[in-house]
């Protein structure tokens, strides 16, 4: 799952996880974290995604990671956003009012990029990720959080040996073994979503469970 896989997903349009709707497990979940408006939230591999529109429209100052270009501009321009642009080596920083993507490797950010960052909002990004790429992945984005940062976390979880990634499946244990040395975790909701998902029924799942947790 290099850098070239996403470039050639987004250059063909083969985004089937991007949603039409904000995401209604954010919605009904994001106040449990208890994050303030005027707080700055972060989305770690955040596509296109609408729902860096709900957080903003909730008052936070949003901070987004992209490594394709294509997905940064498209997301400003499906929401009729203009933002400027500037180079901060190795990254692009988009920023249109409240709402900044940096255009760019996650695994290149710093401490300094998240100043100040209260909330997390993890929605098909760790699930992007390839059994051994996901240490990393969790080991870098809590080196990056400062203390009393909250994470909302969404995952699928299914039967592995019946359908390859991405998006790959994430038990509740690895949840804790990922992240458990630092966060307390609740499981917040869980739900088969196979009927709904029938692309993936289509490759040869039987189940299909999407599981959300609170990290505190
Ligand atoms: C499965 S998509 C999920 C996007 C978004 N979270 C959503 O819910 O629509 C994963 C995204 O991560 C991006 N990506 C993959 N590896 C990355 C990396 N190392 N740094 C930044 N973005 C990355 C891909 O380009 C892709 O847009």
Redesign the pocket.
């Known amino acids: 799952?290099n850098?070239e896989f996403?470039?050639e997903?987004?250059r063909q349009g083969e985004?089937g996880?991007?949603?039409a709707e904000i995401?209604v497990h954010l919605s009904d979940n994001w106040p449990r974290l208890s994050v303030e408006p005027g707080e700055r939230v972060f989305?770690?591999?955040?596509?296109?995604?609408l729902?860096l529109l709900w957080l903003a429209g909730e008052g936070h100052r949003v901070l987004g990671?992209?490594?394709?270009r294509l997905?940064v501009e498209a997301f400003f321009a499906d929401n009729a956003l203009h933002p400027s642009i500037s180079e901060e080596p190795p990254f692009l920083r988009y920023r249109a009012a409240e709402l900044e993507i940096l255009c760019?490797?996650?695994?290149d950010l710093t401490k300094e990029h998240l100043d100040g960052v209260r909330g997390v909002y993890?929605?098909?990004?760790l699930?992007?990720?390839p059994p051994e790429m996901r240490p990393g992945y969790a080991e870098h984005l809590q080196a990056l959080l400062g203390v009393d940062v909250k994470v909302l976390l969404i995952t699928f979880d299914y039967d592995q040996s019946e359908m390859s990634g991405?998006?790959f499946s994430v038990t509740e244990n690895e949840v804790r073994e990922l992240f458990g040395d630092r966060f307390d975790i609740e499981p917040v909701a869980r739900k088969d979503v196979l009927a709904e998902n029938d692309q993936f029924r289509q490759r040869g799942l039987s189940h299909l469970l999407e599981r959300v947790y609170v990290l505190r």
């Open positions: 799952m850098p996403w470039h997903r987004w985004i996880w991007h949603e995401n989305v770690p591999l955040c596509g296109k995604s729902d990671v992209e490594i394709s997905a760019g490797n996650f695994f993890d929605r098909a990004s699930i992007a990720l991405p998006p």
